[in-house]
């Protein structure tokens, strides 16, 4: 418990280094919000197969060439075996919600992964926050989800949306490690 309980968060590292950064004073707001998009990045492909993408893709695809969009609503659904949990299952009720809606093209289905990927972030603030709650004091857990929620707030949430889509192929690479003394904490 001396190193601090982002150790034993039952989450993945990705996470627990975004946890360990927010309960630190010593670290900046941007230095945090390096690592949100890496633990978000790590949870989609741990979450969603390529398959689940590439299907709800095809769907999606279909809707745009299609003059009546009634089955539509069905195919999706149908996907809901593949969502799995979390990110995925909330991506699809989001693209549900815009099919039913009758928006189609690219822009609400980036903002469903994008909402997709919010919700998720605030969930795991959350879960930061009650684990720092049985574990360390309340200003403290108080602290470590506001921080980590302003990090959310100032990360490029939909850059990450679009590569998961593959819209963006670039990849999302880890932080860089600081190399040197100089590279350390900021004064």
Same mark, same amino acid.
Request: charged share 30%.
């Given at each position: ?61 279909? #809707? ?14 149908? #996907? ?17 919600? +815009? ?48 921080? +980590? ?15 998961? #889509? ?22």
């Amino acid at each position: 418990m001396s190193d601090g309980p982002h150790r034993s968060l039952q989450m993945r590292v990705g996470w627990k280094r975004v946890a360990e950064r927010a309960d630190n004073p010593s670290f900046a707001p941007e230095e945090i919000t390096r690592f949100i998009i890496p633990a978000l990045g790590q949870d989609c492909r741990d979450e969603m197969s390529p398959g689940f993408i590439n299907s709800v893709g095809a769907v999606l695809r279909e #809707l745009d060439n299609c003059l009546f969009n009634y089955e539509i609503g069905s195919q999706l659904e149908a #996907l809901r075996s593949e969502a799995g949990g979390g990110i995925g299952r909330t991506f699809l009720d989001n693209v549900v919600q +815009i099919s039913a809606n009758e928006a189609a093209g690219l822009e609400p289905v980036v903002k469903a992964m994008t909402d997709a990927l919010f919700d998720h972030a605030a969930r795991a603030a959350r879960q930061v926050e009650e684990h720092y709650y049985r574990e360390s004091t309340m200003p403290r857990a108080q602290n470590v989800r506001a921080r +980590i929620e302003q990090a959310v707030g100032d990360s490029r949430i939909e850059t990450l949306a679009r590569q998961v #889509l593959r819209l963006d192929e670039r990849r999302t690479n880890r932080p860089a490690l600081q190399q040197g003394l100089d590279d350390g904490v900021r004064i």
